[in-house]
């Protein structure tokens, strides 16, 4: 094999395990070494697995005595420092709980341990998740592998970051609204949302309960196919988890084009303030899906400033009771330690919860939800998914949230109505713009993860828009 | 409509309901960002939601219960619930007194 460890995707490495080309701990070693040279640089991981040469051992014995028996067997990963992981720090980026360590561990990760999957590490978030920009971890931010100067998006900035420089080969995040993806826009990868319930929030430090949906940052689509069929189903700790069946989404991704589908183009999505070449971009994707014999046409929902109201009241309302539990008392630090952009959302959701404003601005955004729900319902019974930008234009330079109370809430625009739908997203690179990646959104019903997959996956195969920093590349 | 205006004391008031220590500069900074926030939010009365039924839960599961049954794996040990605590007593947490010792 040509390729060094770290070019190899999951299903790569898999082969190459399967072939014994390599051991488990030669990759998790590879990893770590490249953790160790650039970590200090980009400040993707927070805390490292100190257990991990351990941990790849145990699974080379496994595979040495039974061969490879699990899904993900020896495969590294890194997760959001959201999700609960015990033995390891679990600080949601916040000084609040700075020094914590879980009590039990997410259905996330359990399940990928289960799988056979190894933690390489926890990555840098924005604080609490509360934003588009890892700017507001309260252990700086993190940098863009494709340039130091720029942000990496967020809130799973370090989680996006760590699959483009290839510090991990695939990622766990979660979104609230496109905190999956918008980094993974922004850093040139893929990100795979899930519909809502679909994948367990158990032991994810809640942000917007009625939306939080964890998922894969990936090299491709493959890759987050086969790491959904793992997290994914119903779960008893979470009331909201789905009790529908999961599919094995990596072993159905078998469309060679896309005869029979039809699409639909937002046109509201096309900004009037966006860059011709981000537009350019994503009509150049429709056509590339026409081509592949989709029918694409142009629609129309409802002004996305609209879900900016929306998410804006639901979030920080939600934000203001789940946050309400760190007290300092049991476990973390005292509320003092809050930063800026936590206060913010905490107050002004106490605000709008508050007796005498709870209908004008809580209700009123919940009915509002409901319209936006309706508009896709509606939508999806013509279209078999929907397609814009993920985010309006490329990564940002570091210091662009300063002054910025609503920075998150603009930058995701796009992603906004599809997440307060609870719908399956997925977020693919589909070119650069002075030479910073942009994405695309193929965006469908709720549970229609395959379809969504498939759609991406044709897309991927038949373009080359995956690509990856070459600084890190060495 | 008229423009929603939010003031230092709204702002402190809110402080005080989140529990949350705000500084004079906080007050006034949120006071102002708070004020921006609203005129992006009072947008949605643009839209008409006469009637219609406000939406909390997305994917239409109701009333979700689980069997009543102990699930030990759900159970932490006393020794698990207080590590990582910093204020503990003969094994229990240590919490605020929000009794006056005089009260009845």
Known sequence: ?474 | MAKTTITTSDVAKVGVLANLPITDEEKKLFADQFSATIDVVDQLNEIDTTGVIPTSQVNHLENVTRPDVVDKDRILTQQQALSGSKNVHKGFFVVKQILEKDSE
């Open chain 1, 1 to 474: 094999m040509n390729k060094q460890i770290h070019e190899l995707s999951v299903v790569e490495l898999l082969h190459g395990l399967e072939d014994k080309l390599f051991s488990v701990t030669d990759i998790v070693h590879h990893y770590l070494d490249r953790i160790a040279r650039y970590n200090p640089e980009l400040n993707i991981y927070l805390h490292v697995n100190e257990k991990a040469i351990d941990q790849a051992k145990a699974i080379d014995a496994e595979i040495k005595k039974d061969g490879l028996t699990k899904p993900l067997q020896g495969i590294p990963f890194a997760v959001k420092d959201n999700f609960l992981t015990v033995g390891l720090p679990t600080t949601a980026s916040s000084k609040v709980l700075e020094d914590y360590y879980p009590q039990y561990e997410s259905t996330v990760t359990k399940r990928l341990l289960a799988a056979g999957a190894i933690i390489l590490g926890k990555t840098n978030m924005d604080a609490w998740a509360h934003g588009s920009s890892t700017e507001t971890s309260q252990f700086g931010p993190t940098l863009n592998p494709w340039d130091l100067g720029r942000l990496p998006g967020g809130s799973s900035g370090g989680s996006a970051a760590a699959v483009a420089a290839q510090l991990a080969p695939v990622a766990i995040g979660s979104e609230t609204a496109g905190s999956i993806r918008q980094p993974a826009a922004w850093c040139g990868v893929t990100g795979f949302k899930g519909s809502y319930g679909r994948v367990s929030r158990y032991g994810v430090i809640a942000m917007a309960s009625s939306t939080d949906s964890p998922g894969p940052i990936a090299q491709n689509i493959t890759d987050a196919a086969l790491v959904t069929s793992v997290i994914a189903g119903q779960d008893q700790y979470d009331g909201t988890s789905s009790p529908k069946e999961v599919e094995q989404y990596h072993k159905l991704l078998n469309r060679k084009d896309l005869k029979g589908m039809k699409i639909g183009l937002v046109k509201g999505y096309l900004l009037p303030t966006m860059r011709t070449e981000v537009k350019t971009l994503i009509q150049n994707a429709a056509k590339k899906l026409e081509s592949l014999g989709a029918t694409v046409e142009e629609i129309s929902l409802m002004d996305p400033k609209y879900a900016i109201g929306v998410y804006t009241v639901i979030q920080r309302s939600e934000v203001s009771s789940n946050l309400a539990r760190f007290d300092g008392i049991r476990y973390g630090h005292g509320r003092e330690n809050f930063g800026e952009e936590a206060k913010r959302r905490i107050m002004l959701g106490t605000y709008t919860l508050s007796a005498g404003y709870y209908d004008a601005y809580y209700k009123k955004a919940m009915a509002v939800r409901t319209k936006i729900v309706e508009e896709f319902e509606n939508a999806f019974k013509t279209y078999d998914a929907i397609i814009g930008a993920v985010s309006p234009g490329p990564a940002l330079k570091l210091g662009a949230t300063k002054n910025e109370p609503m920075f998150g809430e603009m930058e995701d625009i796009l992603v906004e109505p599809s997440s307060i739908a609870g719908l399956t997203s997925a977020g693919v690179p589909c070119g650069f713009v002075d030479d910073l990646p942009i994405g695309l959104q193929i965006t469908g019903n709720q549970f229609e993860e395959t379809k969504i997959m498939n759609i991406a996956k044709v897309y991927q195969d038949a373009t080359d828009f995956v690509k990856f920093p070459e600084k890190y590349q060495k």
